[in-house]
């Protein structure tokens, strides 16, 4: 996968979380864990970009550990949607699937920038 179609992707995952926190129940608990979930998720692509635009390897690597933590994060809340019985799992699951591929994606490319060029 080259950059501009993670770029593409992380920008859709984004928008999928953005139509998911709409979809939330606008109770305390919807609502704080709504927020938390459109910070992170938002912040994925916006960050990935970031990384692109690194002047470095070491600076293309640390800012890609910022997106892996993210996509962790936006999992970490869609889990408590489901097991907190927010929304049903079959709608929170396909986007949670995405967010955990997603972090291994940026976990597989920061080593990958890491290692010393030959």
């Not at 927010?86 to 995405?98: A, M």
Request: proline share 3%; net charge positive.
């Amino acid at each position: 996968m080259n950059e501009t179609q993670l770029k593409d992707r992380t920008k859709e995952f984004a928008l999928r979380v953005m139509k998911l926190v709409s979809n939330l129940p606008k109770t305390i608990e919807g609502q704080a864990i709504g927020k938390q979930l459109f910070r992170s998720g938002t912040s994925v692509g916006a960050n990935y970009r970031a990384a692109c635009r690194g002047r470095s390897r070491a600076e293309f690597a640390a800012k890609l550990g910022t997106v892996e933590e993210e996509a962790d994060e936006s999992a970490f809340w869609m889990e408590l949607i489901i097991e907190g019985g927010l929304l049903k799992k079959r709608l929170v699951e396909p986007l949670l699937k995405e967010a955990n591929e997603l972090v291994a994606i940026m976990a597989a490319s920061r080593k990958s920038a890491r290692k010393p060029r030959p």
